[in-house]
């Protein structure tokens, strides 16, 4: 199994356009175990942010922490009957079967990295990869 580590740069898209306010965003990580049948990943905030943001953020929200995000699963074939293929930023092939979904396993994850670091992540990472792949 290989491990990927990337990392998604902050960004302030705030915009007094309502439908064009983005908000603001901290460096976002995300674990990848990639496999024969696919991958596993855990996303998360950093809580690192644009220094131009950081007084704007402290002053207006008490969301100045990292946190988990989404754990999911990016397959080459589909895990369940009517899975539509879509684009994929994680898989070699671009395309595959993609669920980013639960924010409560993210949350978990989260605590697991913060408290005990990386290589208790990844266990959890290939314990959820055979969940997912049935290997």
Known sequence: MERIV??????????????ENYGIGSVESMLILMGDKGAV???????IYLP???????ANSNCLNGM????????????????????????KEEKG??????FTLAQDYFNILVRHGD?????????????????
Request: charged share 30%; proline share 4%; with cysteine.
């Open 52 to 58: 131009n943001t950081f007084d704007h953020l402290k």
């Open 119 to 135: 290589e208790f992540v990844w266990t959890k990472l290939e314990q959820y990869y055979k969940e997912i792949f049935d290997v």
């Open 41 to 47: 990943s855990f996303l998360f905030s950093t809580g």
């Open 6 to 19: 990337k990392f998604h740069p902050a960004w302030d898209k705030r915009s007094s356009i309502p439908d």
């Open 97 to 102: 079967y993609c669920g980013m979904g639960s």
């Open 68 to 91: 988990g995000i989404a754990v999911g699963y990016h397959s080459l074939k589909p895990t369940f009957e009517g899975e539509k293929e879509e684009k994929c930023d994680v898989l």
